[in-house]
T-cell receptor
Framework: GDSVTQMEGPVTLSEEAFLTINCTYT??????LFWYVQYPGEGLQLLLK?????DKGSNKGFEATYRKETTSFHLEKGSVQVSDSAVYFC?????????????FGTGTLLAVQP | DVKVTQSSRYLVKRTGEKVFLECVQD?????MFWYRQDPGLGLRLIYF???????EKGDIPEGYSVSREKKERFSLILESASTNQTSMYLC?????????????FGPGTRLTVT
C-alpha cells in the first residue's frame, strides 16, 4: 500500500541555520503531497502542498518540491527561527487521490535554539 | 476560515467507562475523520465519514465506533475505555471526496484512561 517515510527526529538547530527534513513516498498513481505542522499543544495545520510532479509548494519561508523521479518531497527552509519549533508531518493522498484519505509519516520534531 | 472544534482539550476517564468525543466543523465539509496520535507512530486513522450516516473503518477501528447524524458533527465513541486508548485524538474535515485537497484539523483531545 501507499506509505510515507520521513527522517526521525529530533532535529536540533541553532537559529538562522538551514533546515532539511527528508520525506520519501511509495504510492499508486499520482498523489498530492503535503507538509503539515503541529505547534506545541495544537492540532495540525497545512504548511504547504504540491499536486503534481515538479510543483514547488511554499509558505512562510518553507519550500518543498515534488520529485517524481526520486519519489521525494523534502522540506527546506533557509533560516529557521525559534518559532519554527514544532512537529512536521509529511503526507500523501491515498491511491493517487482516488479515496479521501491521507497517509501520514511518523512526524519529525524540530527544536530551534536561540 | 475553516474552524474545526473538539468538545474537550483534556479528558480523564476510568477503565470501562463509555466515552464520547465530539467534533464540529463549520464549513459544510463532506468528509470528516478521527485519528489518534501516539509518539513514534504518527497519525493513525480510526474512522472516517464521507456523508451523513455514512462511515468507513480506518486502520485501527477496534474498540471504537462513530456517529454522524448531522453533516457538521462527527462523534467518536469508546464503548468501554481501556488504558491502551490513552492518546491524543484529532478530528479533521475536508471538502471533497478525494484527498487532493487538504484536511483541516481540530486542536485535539488528550484522553487519559486510568
Amino acid at each position: 500500500g501507499d506509505s510515507v517515510t520521513q527522517m526521525e527526529g529530533p532535529v536540533t538547530l541553532s537559529e538562522e541555520a538551514f533546515l532539511t527534513i527528508n520525506c520519501t513516498y511509495t504510492a499508486t498513481g499520482y498523489p498530492s503531497l503535503f507538509w503539515y505542522v503541529q505547534y506545541p499543544g495544537e492540532g495540525l495545520q497545512l504548511l504547504l502542498k504540491a499536486t503534481k510532479a515538479d510543483d514547488k509548494g511554499s509558505n512562510k519561508g518553507f519550500e518543498a518540491t515534488y520529485r517524481k523521479e526520486t519519489t521525494s518531497f523534502h522540506l527546506e527552509k533557509g533560516s529557521v527561527q525559534v518559532s519554527d519549533s514544532a512537529v512536521y508531518f509529511c503526507a500523501l493522498s491515498d491511491k493517487g487521490g482516488a479515496t479521501n484519505k491521507l497517509i501520514f509519516g511518523t512526524g519529525t520534531l524540530l527544536a530551534v535554539q536561540p | 476560515d475553516v474552524k474545526v472544534t473538539q468538545s474537550s482539550r483534556y479528558l480523564v476517564k476510568r477503565t470501562g467507562e463509555k466515552v464520547f468525543l465530539e467534533c464540529v466543523q463549520d464549513m459544510d465539509h463532506e468528509n470528516m475523520f478521527w485519528y489518534r496520535q501516539d509518539p513514534g507512530l504518527g497519525l493513525r486513522l480510526i474512522y472516517f465519514s464521507y456523508d451523513v450516516k455514512m462511515k468507513e473503518k480506518g486502520d485501527i477501528p477496534e474498540g471504537y465506533s462513530v456517529s454522524r447524524e448531522k453533516k457538521e458533527r462527527f462523534s467518536l465513541i469508546l464503548e468501554s475505555a481501556s488504558t491502551n486508548q490513552t492518546s491524543m485524538y484529532l478530528c479533521a474535515s475536508s471538502f471533497t471526496r478525494t484527498a487532493r485537497h487538504e484536511q483541516y484539523f481540530g486542536p485535539g483531545t488528550r484522553l487519559t484512561v486510568t
